[in-house]
């Protein structure tokens, strides 16, 4: 009897049953085989350089020794680690009373305010200090308040990185303060507790681990920042000017492949304690809460208005500056306004090119990255069994966030430029640039994508399996559709950050792909502050008007094909 019965349709079942997950398979090898050749391979290979020398010789760990017995460069690691927290203990509270304001009042003007506090996203990091050299340099139209003090080195650089990180720290903060529970204030009013008291024990105890998390993200970043160091920071030494002086200026690879070393150690210890924070949010988050609505408060409305009116007019005037000066003929000796320096950026100089290499880079960048988060995330939410193989793609999506820009560049001369590597024909393309990019930043796009995978419920891919509909089509039908509102958030993130992007590509670029950052530290070096603030500004106004556009874009597509988020059943 048992050998009489029909076994042969179960395997042609589970052979077509399958046919999804084989190519479920095939999709999520790809992204982690792409995930270890352009982040993995590059780290790996820094490693392996840090013990050996420019012939390839085994010398342990005579390069650390070397450096560490340097006492310019041992300073770099103090000043960097010391400039940093500096920044992170006046980035950090600026950006809290900012989302302070912006949460827990009833001013007006919030959304512009809101624009105002986003603009340095927009802008490469080279024109905050740009524009701080303008205002408070040697011929600076504020120098005299400085008397005999000089605005190059340590403060110059707090300035400029105060300014690039405000705005990093202002969307964790303003994510943390939009999950208080209303009841706890209700019950604080309830026993008459005072507004101090109320904000000292309830408000900062509910944000406290998005204070973290900001505080983190802050210290990364100006670690790792390379582009208001170089052109501010005078000589003053850190440790992302060490690497690009070592590589570039001394072809010392050993050494600089240790610097590089010191910058991810920091980086993996802000991550290490990122991911802890985010644990414990998102804990805090499975809480039934009650939205908070802050009530009308007349002197305290005025107060937080005016807090934002002055922290606004110090941004924009960053900004301005960066602008008036790329509009002023010869600053400070001749005030006369011309066109001649946004002329001799595009077309005359040689730097023409850049601003459009910059473009296809953004463009190239939004839509090939876009399609590789999103599909590396929906396979990581979405498919089925692969055993370690989700865990470990989602992983290395992550991991890309500790790995400052400027070690991934080495790590791409390192590993892309080795004469054994099949792959060499990259290096010095605008191939090479847009991976670099993509990976970069991968991980803000990887947990966009994984945001939005996870309001689908994953009866989608059980009833079409059952239905024995391809896995093909219902992402095309189902997923994307209903995903399109964070696939475009995606594309505007990765095009604003390409178009600004400095530290990953500054040692990749070619003299046919170099990229409108580059250019502008390039302009600065050589004195052409004028041209410099008019690639800045151009730049930026790009930006900007592909956010607007966004925006107006996907307000149109939510009102015509998202319809169904608004409509309720009776």
């Known amino acids: 009897m048992m050998r009489t019965m029909p076994l042969q349709p179960l395997p042609r079942r589970s052979l077509k049953l399958g046919s999804s997950d084989i190519l479920a398979r095939v999709l999520l090898i790809a992204v982690a085989g792409g995930l270890a050749l352009f982040l993995l391979a590059p780290l790996a290979m820094i490693l392996l350089r840090a013990v050996l020398d420019n012939d390839g010789h085994f010398v342990g760990l005579l390069h650390f ?18 400039v940093a927290f500096a920044v992170v203990f006046i980035a950090v509270p600026m950006a809290f009373f900012f989302a302070y304001a912006i949460n827990r009042s009833c001013m007006r003007f919030k959304n512009g305010f809101r624009f105002i506090a986003l603009l340095p996203l927009l802008a ?14 040697n011929q600076g139209v504020l120098k005299p308040l400085l008397g005999n003090a000089s605005i190059y080195g340590a403060p110059g650089i707090i300035l400029a990185e105060v300014y690039n990180t405000f705005p990093h720290a202002l969307m964790i903060i303003t994510t943390a303060l939009s999950l208080a529970d209303a009841r706890l204030y209700e ?48 000589n003053f030494s850190v440790l992302s000017v060490d690497v690009f002086k070592q590589v ?64 606004s007019i110090l941004l924009l005037s960053v900004v301005g500056m960066a602008v008036i000066s790329s509009f002023i003929k010869l600053w400070p000796y001749n005030l006369e306004l011309t066109l001649r320096h946004y002329q001799y950026a595009l077309f005359d100089g040689d730097f023409s090119a850049a601003y459009t290499n910059s473009l296809k880079l953004a463009f190239l960048t939004a839509f090939f990255g876009t399609i590789a988060a999103f599909i590396g995330a929906y ?22 966030m500790a790995v400052p820009g400027l070690v991934l560049g080495l790590g791409y001369i390192m590993f892309f430029n080795h004469p054994d590597n099949p792959l060499r024909f990259l290096y010095a393309s605008m191939s090479i640039l847009v ?14 994508a994984v945001s939005a995978l996870k309001v689908l419920d994953n009866e989608f891919e059980a009833v079409a399996a059952s239905l024995k509909i391809p896995l093909h089509k219902t992402f095309l039908r189902v997923t994307v559709p209903v995903c399109l509102p964070a696939l475009l958030d995606i594309a505007r993130y990765y095009f604003v950050v390409s178009m600004a992007s400095l ?37 930026v106004a790009t930006s900007a008007l592909v956010c607007l556009l966004y925006g107006w874009f996907t307000k149109a597509l939510i009102n015509k094909t998202q319809v169904w988020r608004t409509c309720t059943t009776h």
């Not at 805090?284 to 939205?291: D, F, K, Y």
Request: with cysteine; charged share 10%; net charge positive.
């Open 65 to 82: 020794r070397d450096y560490f017995s340097t006492p310019g460069l041992q300073r770099s690691i103090l000043n960097s680690c010391g």
């Open 187 to 234: 019950a604080a009013d309830s026993m008459g507790t005072g507004m101090l008291r109320r904000f000292f024990t309830i408000t900062l105890p509910s944000c406290k681990y998005g204070l973290i998390s900001a505080a983190t993200v802050v210290f990364t970043y100006v670690i790792s920042d390379f582009g208001a160091p170089k052109v501010i920071g005078g």
């Open 124 to 137: 490469p990091s080279l024109l905050s200090a740009i524009a701080f050299i303008q205002w408070f340099g």
């Open 435 to 448: 991976f670099s990019t993509i990976i970069h930043y991968y991980t803000s796009s990887h947990l966009t």
């Open 503 to 539: 530290s990953c590509v500054v040692f990749l670029y070619s003299s046919d792909t170099i990229l409108s950052s580059v250019a502008i530290m390039n302009l600065d070096e050589a004195g052409d502050i004028g041209p410099a603030a008019a690639l800045a500004s151009l730049t």
């Open 379 to 400: 396979l990581v939410e979405k498919s089925r069994g692969l055993g370690t193989l989700r865990p470990l793609v989602h992983l290395m999506a992550m991991l890309s």
């Open 248 to 311: 570039v200026g001394q072809q010392n690879f050993g050494r600089g492949a240790v610097v590089g070393m010191l910058l991810l150690l920091p980086s993996i210890l802000s991550f290490a304690i990122d991911m802890l924070v985010r644990r414990k949010l998102q804990a805090q988050l499975s809480a039934r809460s009650v939205p908070y609505q802050p009530k009308p408060q007349r002197s305290f409305d005025r107060w937080m208005m005016a807090y934002c009116v002055l922290v």
